[in-house]
Nanobody, 114 residues
């Protein structure tokens, strides 16, 4: 059974930065395309970034140029570096396999507010 544990969220002021981490157990990140998603209050979950199993990243327009997805195959972890945060980035953030999803983790809450 694959388990996903997201961490690193918190309260940050607009313009600030956070680094989210995703620990994957029960499978390997190096041979899966991994994604970050988020669910803002009152909205559906949306895809925001992925890293292909070859390491190439892709981003939604809403975060392009501000967020960076990466992975550490030795630790079996996926990261999301978030810079220049905006209030509209407030959401619960999740990681998962990009294709057929594994069971979702609990997510990590990011609140961008002054």
């Amino acid at each position: 059974q694959v388990q996903l544990v997201e961490s690193g969220g918190g309260l940050v002021q607009p313009g600030g930065s956070l680094r989210l981490s995703c620990t994957v157990s029960g499978s390997l990140v190096y041979n899966n395309t991994m994604s970050w998603y988020r669910r803002a209050p009152g909205k559906q979950r949306e895809w925001i970034a992925l890293v292909l199993n070859g390491g190439i990243p892709k981003y939604a327009d809403s975060v392009k140029g501000r967020f960076t997805i990466s992975r550490d195959v030795s630790k079996n972890m996926v990261y999301l570096q978030m810079n220049s945060l905006k209030p509209e980035d407030t959401a619960v953030y999740y990681c998962n396999r990009h294709s057929t999803s594994w069971p979702w983790g609990q997510g990590t809450l990011v609140t961008v507010s002054s």
